[in-house]
């Protein structure tokens, strides 16, 4: 799982785009969800 700044613009880096395949037996489930959260002070 990876966390980052939702301020920060970001993309993939697909090195060789030709290896993905569309069936879905052969590929990866990805989930991409934006949460908003604030660091409370203490």
Do not use: C, W
Request: glycine share 10%; no cysteine.
């Amino acid at each position: 799982m990876i966390f980052h700044d939702g301020n920060i613009l970001h993309t993939g880096d697909i090195a060789d785009p030709s290896r993905l395949s569309e069936d879905p037996s052969q590929g990866r489930l990805t989930f991409k969800g934006f949460f908003t959260s604030q660091r409370h002070t203490t």
